[in-house]
């Protein structure tokens, strides 16, 4: 079958037609996306630079911000020990007893028992204010509102607690011993000592992070002048019942007009001191204390790694 010249035109366009859609299909295209990944690629690495150029443009800043940084920890890691051994944190509680002789503070310790070093979570504490509540309170008080200034400290107490509420592990060493001392105000100033503790480093006095935990201080003369009061309030409220049941039913009053003998307000208190008997433990005030060095690592100055970053 012979084909006519307007078909074989037509046909030549066709073939023309379909070798062109092929070849566009089989290497133009794929050359347009090669070309749209390559753009991509080039607008993240321009990217890329730009960070690193603006990067490179605070690199001055950043070093002193990261040295300003150390310098800020470097001093509040000062306020803390280095890690103690049990034999150093003898020493420093020496140490320690030494600045309060040399303030004249009258104590003497014994019985020393250093624990082992241990790890303790440092946190912040905040005082809460007891509230009490009752029906007659909560009446009163309904349908009132707080006021602007109280919604404001609530507010600032809120933040101040969401900002410092972190906790921190740090090392630790406890010192037991019994302290004594003449009388209690002497005592409360071995204990005002604690807090003021500071030692000379790199030509400054530095106060150090020490507690001492769980003190109790008893003042034997409030309380035998207390018992004192108590016992005298007694006889005298005996008395007047005794005058009152007698006004009232007179002798059919069952009231003995012996006198009797005091009972101590303590059972196992003697009957009656003897004069001449005073030991020293009457003359001492003993408490039994424990005081706790902190302890953190310090960080490692980092002038030196950065100069080296800046040579290379």
């Known amino acids: ?100 002789k040399e303030k004249e503070i009258n104590v003497v310790v014994e019985s020393l028992d250093v624990t082992p070093p241990a790890v303790s979570t440092l946190s912040l504490s905040f005082f809460e204010e007891p509230e009490i509540t009752y029906n007659l309170k909560t009446y009163a008080t309904q349908g009132q509102t707080a006021s602007d200034d109280e919604l404001e400290a609530a507010a600032r107490r809120l933040q101040m607690m969401t900002a410092l509420s972190a906790t921190q592990d740090v090392a630790s060493i406890s010192v037991s011993f019994k302290a004594i001392a003449e009388n209690p105000d002497e005592m409360m100033k071995f204990v005002d000592a604690i ?18 935990n769980e003190l109790r201080l008893n003042y034997p003369e409030v309380e035998e002048k207390y018992n004192e009061m108590l016992t005298e309030l007694q006889e005298e409220i005996s008395k007047r019942s005794d005058e009152e049941l007698k006004k009232q039913w007179g002798d059919d009053a069952a009231v003995d007009d012996e006198e009797e003998d005091e009972i101590p307000l303590n059972p196992n208190e003697e009957e009656e001191e003897k004069e001449g008997t005073k030991s020293v433990s009457d003359s001492i005030y003993s408490i039994d204390a424990t005081i706790t060095f902190y302890s953190v690592e310090r960080m490692q100055d980092p002038t030196d790694l950065l100069d080296a970053q800046d040579a290379a």
């Open 1 to 100: 079958m012979k084909l006519s010249k307007q078909e074989r035109i037509g046909v030549l366009i066709i073939a023309v037609i379909i070798i062109l859609g092929l070849g566009i299909f089989f290497f133009i295209v794929p050359k347009f996306n090669e070309m749209s990944d390559a753009q991509k690629k080039l607008d993240s690495k321009n990217k890329e630079y730009q960070q690193v150029i603006a990067k490179a443009d605070t690199k001055d800043s950043l070093k002193d911000d990261i040295i300003t940084a150390y310098k800020e920890g470097q001093d509040l890691a000062d306020m803390f020990f280095e890690e103690l051994t049990t034999y150093q944190a003898d020493q420093e509680l020496r140490a320690f007893l030494d600045q309060c």
């Open 195 to 212: 807090n003021e503790y500071t030692k000379s480093e790199d030509g400054k006095q530095v106060r150090k992070a020490m507690m001492l």
